[in-house]
């Protein structure tokens, strides 16, 4: 099969492309290079036989295209393109998978790969496939004339998950919106646990102890590499996780200025940064607040959390947010003697439209199990919500993305992000 490219090497127009391959079998590895090394128009910058080398040797090498196999020792392939996401934007990444299942095609699309090739490869269709993701580059890299009509490149949008009153579920809240985000719509989302001293969003994702935002002490939230390594994968969703302090004396060390730094850093890579916070207005919250484009007030129907929350809109107010960047949530709906939420919405002078249903004992039970509802009880009334609340946020500021995913879905399609993931 002919290289059918244009006549620009790199995606940047000059020389040649820049490829760097990751598979953990020296044969197969060996073979893939002697056919790159057999077309003048690829150059092999890299080997890696691992997730971590791959990421090492991006960064020092920054490819245009990398070749990864799903099987990567690791962490897997679908693991380190997502990491590679946000380190290496500009970069594509062609997955190499022995089984092109509608799993792995729906992992692979989920964590940012462009193409996927078959192993054993053919060289005239890996070559091909080399040629169309490279077209792809370029174009996505071409300036783009004012006149063209396109809309210009959104920020990621934070989105922080407050309440003046404990116990009201925001780290349940926070943790299956992120989910629900990442899930339904497909969209990149980092989910931020700054609630302090000690956070719960590992617990209910069943993550390991292994890194926190406490990795970021002395390094800043504005080292995109430092953040990047702080990250956790939750692999059933693909949410990326910067966890709370794993030990309480640590909290001490984190500051506000550190939290806002950090989530800034985050939505340059994400669509969505969702973050869980403590009851306080101390000065680790308000950085989170002032940065947050959209605030979801949290609370049940019982009278303290009502009062809170009125304090709260007073403060906003006093603060000068804009009048639509606070959302109140009513969560817990329908419990025994609870106020009613027309009463609600009359004392806080704010209509009550996202109301998440109570249901102790399937939210009680995904806490135990450490899955989120989102994903082991999605027929739920919770879970429901929580998307029809996802879907209001996401719809708000990409409805050119999601609005042909809602169409598909109310005509009866099988949800998928897939096509979101066609960007160029």
């Known amino acids: 099969m002919s290289e059918r490219w244009p006549a620009a090497g790199a995606a940047d127009g000059r020389g040649a492309i820049r490829v760097l391959v990751a598979h953990g079998e020296d044969a197969a590895r060996d073979d893939i290079v002697a056919i790159l090394r057999a077309s003048a128009r690829i150059e092999v910058v890299g080997v890696a036989r691992s997730g971590d080398t791959t990421i090492a040797l991006a960064r020092k090498l920054t490819p245009d295209i990398l070749l990864i196999d799903d099987g990567l020792p690791g962490g897997g392939g679908a693991d380190t393109t997502e990491r590679l996401g946000a ?11 022995s089984t092109l299942s509608a799993d792995t095609l729906q992992r692979a699309m989920r964590a940012g790969a462009r193409q996927i090739v078959p192993l054993p490869v053919a060289p005239g269709e890996l070559l091909e496939t080399i040629g169309q993701v490279h077209e792809a580059l370029v174009a996505r890299r071409a300036p783009t004339p004012a006149h063209a009509g396109r809309p210009a490149a959104l920020a990621g949008q934070i989105v922080v998950v407050f309440s003046l009153k404990g116990g009201v579920g925001c780290t349940t809240v926070a943790t299956n919106l992120a989910v629900a985000i990442r899930q339904e719509m497909g969209l990149r989302v980092a989910l931020v646990d700054a609630s302090l001293p000690i956070g719960d969003v590992g617990a209910l994702l069943d993550l390991p102890s292994t890194t926190s935002v406490t990795d970021l002490v002395g390094l800043g939230g504005d080292d995109a590499a430092a953040v990047e390594d702080a990250l956790l994968t939750h692999a059933r969703s693909g949410v990326r996780v910067l966890q709370a302090p794993h030990r309480v004396e640590l909290a001490e060390t984190i500051t506000g200025d550190l939290l806002r730094r950090t989530v800034e850093t985050l939505r340059a890579h994400h669509e969505f940064v969702v973050v869980d916070t403590h009851a306080a207005l101390d000065e680790r919250v308000l950085p989170l607040l002032e940065t947050a484009d959209t605030i979801l007030l949290a609370l049940t129907q019982d009278m303290a959390a009502l009062r809170s929350a009125t304090v709260f809109l007073r403060i906003v107010e006093l603060l000068g947010y804009p009048a639509g960047k606070v959302l109140p949530i009513v969560t817990r709906v329908g419990i025994a003697g609870g106020i009613s939420t027309p009463e609600m919405a009359e004392a806080l002078g704010r209509p009550l439209d996202r109301l998440i ?37 996401v719809a708000a500021t990409y409805p050119d993305a999601v609005a042909p995913l809602l169409m598909a879905q109310g005509g009866g399609a099988r949800r998928g992000p897939l096509a979101l993931f066609a960007r160029g």
């Open 87 to 97: 380190l290496l934007p500009a970069a594509a990444v062609i997955l190499l998978a």
């Open 357 to 393: 249903p109570t249901d102790e004992r399937a939210v009680v039970r995904a806490i135990n199990e450490g899955t989120p509802l989102m994903l082991s009880g999605r027929q739920t009334p919770v879970a429901t919500a929580i998307v029809d609340l996802a879907r209001y946020l």
